[in-house]
């Protein structure tokens, strides 16, 4: 996939990052960053985007979460016991999870109907009305849930027995597999997160100067 960059490959990772970051603010504080979490849930209805960074609204600002989240997790200036260890297993457990739907005959189909739904109801309530994360929430219990290995997400209980909070915790999950589906369209691999971790992270630094110009297949489609 020569046509696309290392900052489209940063854009989407730090995609799942954001992610990452809001389903441990959650699990543990019960909120997270509002202008994150609906650009990740956006991110979902976003099939035919223009280039990388427009899966995220086309705004650098939208990704900031994640951007700070990557750069604190990867940097080798960052203490090691600093860093979130949930995190950076919600990551890979994201990113392991997308290949395993991929492989597994008719599940991005579903999922992919489940978001149709969900955006069927976004039209009638409005587009981040509890309703539509609920149903967002259940289209990843009934597709993702099953699959192993499975996303372990640990928090504190009155937050993880809250069912809006749980529903948005599901819903996120199932917009960083968005992320990762991206990821992967655009060059990603986790060998590359090893041995192209400095690009990653002089990828992400550079956010600011704009996005690349470069068309990631459509998401979901069950002909990519």
């Not at 954001?18 to 997270?32: C, E, I, R």
């Not at 990740?40 to 985007?49: A, G, K, V, Y």
């Amino acid at each position: 996939m020569s046509e696309y960059t290392d900052q489209d490959r940063a854009i989407a990772l730090i995609g799942i990052y954001q992610t990452a970051k809001m389903v441990y603010d959650l699990a543990t504080t019960g909120n997270t960053n509002d202008k994150a979490f609906q650009t990740s849930i956006d991110s979902l209805f976003c099939d035919q985007p223009d280039n990388t960074l427009a899966v995220y609204g086309g705004e650098v600002e939208n990704i900031q979460l994640g951007v700070n989240t990557l750069l604190a997790q990867m940097s080798s200036d960052q203490a090691i016991q600093n860093r979130n260890v949930e995190v950076t297993r919600y990551v890979l457990s994201m990113i392991i999870l997308e290949k395993k739907l991929n492989q597994i005959e008719g599940k991005m189909g579903a999922i992919y109907s489940g978001l149709e739904t969900a955006r069927a109801q976004r039209e009638h309530f409005s587009d981040f009305h509890e309703n539509v994360i609920a149903s967002l929430a259940n289209t990843y219990s009934k597709n993702v849930s099953d699959v192993s290995p499975r996303v372990m997400v640990n928090g504190q209980h009155g937050h993880l027995q809250n069912s809006a909070v749980a529903n948005k915790i599901r819903a996120l999950l199932l917009a960083g597999i968005r992320s990762a589906t991206l990821w992967r369209q655009v060059g990603g691999s986790r060998w590359g997160l090893i041995w192209s971790r400095k690009k990653y992270l002089r990828a992400a630094q550079a956010l600011s100067r704009g996005p690349q110009d470069s068309q990631p297949p459509s998401f979901f489609n069950p002909d990519n």
